[in-house]
């Protein structure tokens, strides 16, 4: 057997299983999807949105890239936070990290990575902005693990910079922005930042005419 036809093989058994469990599940799900939450967490293959959070397929909307981003001119997860917002009304936004998140640590190096230089770049802003804080830490591993959390916590704020985070905020006091962290190494989620909807922020940031 092929490697990739394991998980065609898996597949069937699982859809066997979930109609042997409730035999109207994919009726229900067929027609509609309303998640209450956008999950914007990293591409790594260790971090399962569902599978971490025990949730049901039709619970979570979801966006993986590489260091869970809110980068402002990426038209993916732009399209993808207006649609949960707008159209599915998600009530949660979680930004979800992971401890010893490879992205991060590749941003904090000075190796030339080619293209995801670029992407990288977002996450070397983080690191400038918070230096000081990171650098006096002595440990490496703590070090990357602090700039993990703030990385998650500035991806929060740039939700909060968009129109459509505001316009959202105005109309629908929805939605409520979480910051989580994942431990790769005992499987837990650790909550580290939280915006209720209407927080006020920078001023700079903020659209008076929504
Ligand atoms: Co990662």
Redesign the pocket.
Known sequence: MKIYEKLLLENKAWAAEKVLDDPDFFHRLEHIQSPEFLWIG???SR?PANEITGTQPGEIFVHRN???MVVHTDLNLLSVLQYAVEVLKVKHIIVC??Y?????KAAMTNHNFGIINKWLRNIKDVYRIHREEINQISEEELRLNKLIELNVKEQVLNLAKTSIVQKAWQNDHRPHLHGWVYGLNNGLIKPIFEMEAGTHIDPIYEFDDL
């Not at 010893?100 to 991060?104: A, D, P, R, T, Y």
């Open positions: 990293c591409s790594d971090v590489i260091a869970n990290g992971h010893g998140c490879g992205g991060v």
